[in-house]
Structures are given as structure tokens and as C-alpha cells.
């Protein structure tokens, strides 16, 4: 079992003789999951710079949490970077969560000000539920890249479900990006496979070569996949607020397959069941948060292959001449709400385009910019 101990916001800083890109890890930012940073001291002490050609540098995210061993102190730091949160952030000295990102943020600017080539950013987490290691990507070509470099199950579209989160912050500012979850909170498989995704990482972004710990770490991550699809997107988020008694029902792992009409959990209002077959991810099963589950499917060869090509060709100019749509931006548009029902929503995900937001009478359909990195 991983005990929680406290951190030093940088766990650790390695920079290697000669320059090269820089991976910037994050564990920790929920306080609840320090084996992200157990699986980082392990690997730290290993690593030899003058093999290396870059820089590796671990981040502790909310160690006021993580010496308390909760999830957050006030509020949850993973839902606080989108620019209208933090300016609207209350004064440090008055809430815990507004000095962790403070001192994380200069942290944060700090390596990026220091890197020497492009810049790899990997956030460690792991769930309340039992299950494998599995990554969250937003949905960019270059992190989709990146990510398929891991032996692990990727969910598109999730990371674009929810405000705020660290990764669209760092992709903001050119970062390609990669989450990965790594097992149930206090079991050691979930640290074993962290300490895995970090010596894949460090080979497979080039800082260092193909050691004996990276081809073990490979097999270990490709066994614990257990046949689950390669690619799955997210479809929908259940969310959940402190009073709605909500209760997921037992036995789903961190990734389930469900079919539909099954019953997934009760709240106040009655039983929430499956609206379709598929698969639900990341089940609440702890007292704090914010996220019911989420519901998905998976993502076929023909449809990953369509999408990377109709955006290497950049069809997506194409999208502005449709009747209600209009460009906004190189990432946004704007589109009516009749517009939006008649167009079918797998259209926009083809072109990575799934954060739908209300903009007064219309929507804004939007996607992650790509990463200046790539």
C-alpha cells in the first residue's frame, strides 16, 4: 500500500549534458494521489545525465493536500486554470487551493523558461475505482501522437468535458500534453504502473535511449491493457454536485463496458442508467468530486485514420461554408442551435471540435489549439 507523505513542490530536476526536449511531469494534484510522485523518486536516482539529451523535471501539484492525504483543501486545484477562474481566484493567504497554484503556476513557468527543445507535459493521477492504467489526451493530432507511442487505452474528449483542468493550460502554452491514470489510489500496481509510463515517457520523447527499463516498462503496460480498445472517445459527463446524494453502484472498474439501459448509480432524483451501450470511465467512488462517470465508446481504425487525414488536409476550412456555422477563430465557431441538432456532433469531433459552450443565443464549438511543441 502507498502511504501519503508530504512533497517538495519540485520532486526532482535532472538535466542532461547535452539539449534536448523537456518532459515536465506533474503527480499530485489531487492530494489523494501521491503514487504518481512514489513511481517518480524511484526513477529519479536512476537516471544518468550525461547519457541524457534533455530535461526531466517532477512537479509535487497541491502539497498541502497530499500531506493530508485528501483530495483538496477547499477547492479542487485540477478545475481552476481556465482564465476566467484564475481571475477570478480569491487572495492566497485566503484559500489553500489559490496559493498551490501560485506557487505551482511559478513553478511551472519557471521549467518551461528553462527548457532547451519541445516541451512533453505528463500529469499523473490515479482513480477511486479498481482497474487498469489507462491515458486522457486532448484531442490534438501531436497528442494523439504522443500518446499513441504507450501501450495503454486512450480516451479522446474527456479532458474537453471539464473546465479548467492543468492540461489545457499547459497545451495553451504549446505543451503536447498526455494524463495518465495509473490504478486504484492506494494499491502499488497503480505506483508500479506510473513508474512504468515515466520510463516509456523519457525514451519515447528522446531523452534517453532504449534502456533494459523501458522495454520492461513497455510489456508491463501492454499486458495490464487486457484487450480494451486502443482509442475510445468520450461522449458524456454525468456530473454530480455535494447534495445530490449521489451513489455509484458497485463493480464498475476505471473502465467498464456497459450496455443499455443498465443501471449505473442512484441520486436523490431516482436511478441513473446507461442511455446507451458502450463504455463508462473514471466511476465516483470517493466522497469528494465533481464527476459522476463519464460515458464513451470506442474509436474504430477507419474513423482515427479519417480524422488525422482530414485535418493533415485541412478540410476543416471546409466547415465555415456550412449554412449556421461560422468561424470564429482558428479553433472556435460559432453555430446555431438549429444549426448544431441537424448537424451530426460525430461531423465536429472528426475535426477534434468537442467543447460545446453556450454563447448567448448560439454555441460555441471549439477544440485545443495545437501544440506550438508539435
Same mark, same amino acid.
Given at each position: 500500500?502507498?502511504?501519503?507523505?508530504?512533497?517538495?513542490?519540485?520532486?526532482?530536476?535532472?538535466?542532461?549534458?547535452?539539449?534536448?526536449?523537456?518532459?515536465?511531469?506533474?503527480?499530485?494534484?489531487?492530494?489523494?494521489?501521491?503514487?504518481?510522485?512514489?513511481?517518480?523518486?524511484?526513477?529519479?536516482?536512476?537516471?544518468?545525465?550525461?547519457?541524457?539529451?534533455?530535461?526531466?523535471?517532477?512537479?509535487?501539484?497541491?502539497?498541502?493536500?497530499?500531506?493530508?492525504?485528501?483530495?483538496?483543501?477547499?477547492?479542487?486545484?485540477?478545475?481552476?486554470?481556465?482564465?476566467?477562474?484564475?481571475?477570478?481566484?480569491?487572495?492566497?493567504?485566503?484559500?489553500?487551493?489559490?496559493?498551490?497554484?501560485?506557487?505551482?503556476?511559478?513553478?511551472?513557468?519557471?521549467?518551461?523558461?528553462?527548457?532547451?527543445?519541445?516541451?512533453?507535459?505528463?500529469?499523473?493521477?490515479?482513480?477511486?475505482?479498481?482497474?487498469?492504467?489507462?491515458?486522457?489526451?486532448?484531442?490534438?493530432?501531436?497528442?494523439?501522437?504522443?500518446?499513441?507511442?504507450?501501450?495503454?487505452?486512450?480516451?479522446?474528449?474527456?479532458?474537453?468535458?471539464?473546465?479548467?483542468?492543468?492540461?489545457?493550460?499547459?497545451?495553451?502554452?504549446?505543451?503536447?500534453?498526455?494524463?495518465?491514470?495509473?490504478?486504484?489510489?492506494?494499491?502499488?500496481? =497503480? @505506483?508500479?504502473?506510473?513508474? $512504468?509510463? %515515466?520510463?516509456?515517457?523519457?525514451?519515447?520523447?528522446?531523452?534517453? +535511449? !532504449?534502456? /533494459?527499463?523501458?522495454?520492461?516498462?513497455?510489456?508491463?503496460?501492454?499486458?495490464?491493457?487486457?484487450?480494451?480498445?486502443?482509442?475510445?472517445?468520450?461522449?458524456?459527463?454525468?456530473?454530480?454536485?455535494?447534495?445530490?446524494?449521489?451513489?455509484?453502484?458497485?463493480?464498475?472498474?476505471?473502465?467498464?463496458?456497459?450496455?443499455?439501459?443498465?443501471?449505473?448509480?442512484?441520486?436523490?432524483?431516482?436511478?441513473?442508467?446507461?442511455?446507451?451501450?458502450?463504455?463508462?470511465?473514471?466511476?465516483?467512488?470517493?466522497?469528494?468530486?465533481?464527476?459522476?462517470?463519464?460515458?464513451?465508446?470506442?474509436?474504430?481504425?477507419?474513423?482515427?485514420?479519417?480524422?488525422?487525414?482530414?485535418?493533415?488536409?485541412?478540410?476543416?476550412?471546409?466547415?465555415?461554408?456550412?449554412?449556421?456555422?461560422?468561424?470564429?477563430?482558428?479553433?472556435?465557431?460559432?453555430?446555431?442551435?438549429? =444549426? @448544431?441538432?441537424?448537424?451530426? $456532433?460525430? %461531423?465536429?469531433?472528426?475535426?477534434?471540435?468537442?467543447?460545446?459552450? +453556450? !454563447?448567448? /443565443?448560439?454555441?460555441?464549438?471549439?477544440?485545443?489549439?495545437?501544440?506550438?511543441?508539435?
Amino acid at each position: 500500500m502507498v502511504e501519503p507523505a508530504p512533497f517538495p513542490r519540485v520532486v526532482g530536476r535532472v538535466r542532461g549534458a547535452a539539449p534536448g526536449p523537456l518532459l515536465l511531469v506533474v503527480g499530485g494534484i489531487h492530494g489523494n494521489e501521491p503514487a504518481g510522485l512514489h513511481a517518480a523518486q524511484k526513477v529519479l536516482p536512476r537516471l544518468d545525465p550525461l547519457a541524457m539529451r534533455g530535461d526531466f523535471v517532477v512537479l509535487a501539484g497541491n502539497v498541502r493536500a497530499l500531506a493530508q492525504n485528501r483530495r483538496f483543501l477547499a477547492r479542487d486545484l485540477n478545475r481552476q486554470w481556465s482564465p476566467e477562474r484564475m481571475a477570478a481566484a480569491p487572495p492566497a493567504g485566503s484559500d489553500p487551493e489559490a496559493l498551490e497554484q501560485r506557487e505551482l503556476s511559478a513553478a511551472l513557468a519557471e521549467a518551461l523558461a528553462s527548457a532547451r527543445g519541445p516541451v512533453f507535459f505528463l500529469e499523473l493521477h490515479t482513480t477511486s475505482a479498481e482497474g487498469i492504467p489507462f491515458a486522457l489526451v486532448g484531442d490534438t493530432l501531436p497528442n494523439r501522437d504522443f500518446a499513441a507511442r504507450f501501450p495503454l487505452p486512450v480516451i479522446l474528449g474527456l479532458e474537453e468535458q471539464v473546465d479548467g483542468v492543468l492540461a489545457e493550460f499547459m497545451s495553451a502554452r504549446g505543451c503536447v500534453t498526455l494524463v495518465v491514470e495509473g490504478g486504484q489510489h492506494q494499491s502499488q500496481a =497503480a @505506483a508500479q504502473n506510473l513508474e $512504468s509510463v %515515466l520510463w516509456l515517457a523519457l525514451e519515447k520523447v528522446g531523452l534517453v +535511449p !532504449a534502456l /533494459p527499463a523501458c522495454r520492461q516498462a513497455y510489456a508491463q503496460l501492454d499486458r495490464a491493457r487486457a484487450g480494451l480498445p486502443r482509442l475510445m472517445e468520450v461522449l458524456s459527463r454525468h456530473p454530480v454536485q455535494p447534495d445530490d446524494g449521489f451513489r455509484m453502484e458497485p463493480g464498475f472498474a476505471n473502465i467498464a463496458r456497459v450496455s443499455a439501459r443498465q443501471l449505473l448509480a442512484r441520486d436523490r432524483s431516482g436511478d441513473i442508467r446507461a442511455h446507451r451501450g458502450g463504455f463508462i470511465f473514471l466511476p465516483l467512488y470517493q466522497a469528494q468530486g465533481e464527476d459522476g462517470f463519464f460515458v464513451g465508446r470506442a474509436v474504430g481504425p477507419l474513423s482515427r485514420r479519417a480524422s488525422a487525414l482530414v485535418r493533415w488536409a485541412r478540410l476543416d476550412r471546409l466547415l465555415g461554408l456550412l449554412p449556421g456555422v461560422r468561424p470564429v477563430g482558428p479553433d472556435e465557431l460559432d453555430v446555431t442551435p438549429r =444549426a @448544431a441538432a441537424f448537424y451530426p $456532433s460525430d %461531423l465536429f469531433r472528426l475535426f477534434g471540435y468537442r467543447i460545446v459552450r +453556450p !454563447a448567448g /443565443p448560439r454555441l460555441s464549438i471549439a477544440r485545443r489549439a495545437t501544440p506550438r511543441s508539435a
